[in-house]
């Protein structure tokens, strides 16, 4: 059984925007895979550990010896069909908790000309898990940059720069997709790193 009224899964709902149609099938096409997720572990790992009103998985549980075949699925489709909407909805349904929820919602909200809430859903992504992954902190330094807040969108692509050393791909892809958004400011930011050195104090 799943929980279907998760927060960030009803705010990704909310901040798609979808017609009434295609918002069930969201939802419906997010139920599906999740509960695909839930039946396969429940046949072939152990039953009770997840799911809505499960216990967790207990400490020091070993899924040894099964069959990993038993548990890869496919999701396929036609092109633009919702295939990745559908998994990053399944995505914050299974895993309210996780700060895969917040993290995928600041795409969302960058899509959606919301970058207040895009920096919002950031922070709150990091406050549950401060990794640095080059995805996550070039977005959340683009809603900063969209929201006045250069020295934080700095911060955050100095992080990425430590990381990756050089940059360059994840720059010149997030510039053109900045700028196809509608936020040239983070697209020349992003542009002006390509091809910079890494900083010799890191």
């Known amino acids: 059984m799943t929980k279907k009224d998760g927060q960030y899964f009803e705010e990704a709902i909310v901040a798609l ?9 969201a939802r419906t096409n997010a139920e599906n895979i999740v509960g695909k997720v839930l039946v396969a572990y429940e046949e072939n790992i152990a039953q009770g550990h ?3 009103g499960s216990k967790g998985i207990p400490s020091g549980f070993s899924a040894s010896g099964v069959n990993p075949h038993a548990l890869t ?3 396929y489709g036609r092109i633009q ?11 914050l349904e299974d895993s309210p908790r996780s700060f895969a929820g917040p993290g995928h919602m600041v ?9 207040a809430k895009a920096l919002e859903a950031y922070r709150a992504a990091s406050a549950i898990y401060d990794v640095t992954l080059p ?3 070039i977005q959340g330094a683009e809603a900063a940059f969209e929201t006045g807040h250069a020295a934080l969108a700095d911060s955050l692509l100095d992080r990425v720069d430590l990381i ?3 940059c360059d791909f994840f720059y010149r ?7 196809a958004r509608g936020y040239p400011t983070a697209a020349d930011s992003f542009a002006a790193r390509v091809g910079r050195a890494p900083d010799p104090r890191h």
């Open 107 to 115: 795409v969302m909200y960058l899509t959606g000309h919301q970058p």
């Open 50 to 52: 997840v799911g809505a």
């Open 173 to 179: 892809y997030e510039a053109s997709v900045a700028r």
């Open 17 to 25: 925007r979808l017609p009434a149609e295609e918002e069930k099938d």
């Open 73 to 75: 699925g496919l999701v």
């Open 135 to 137: 995805w996550l902190q």
């Open 81 to 91: 069909s919702g295939k990745t909407r559908a998994m990053i909805a399944s995505e």
């Open 164 to 166: 990756c050393r050089p």
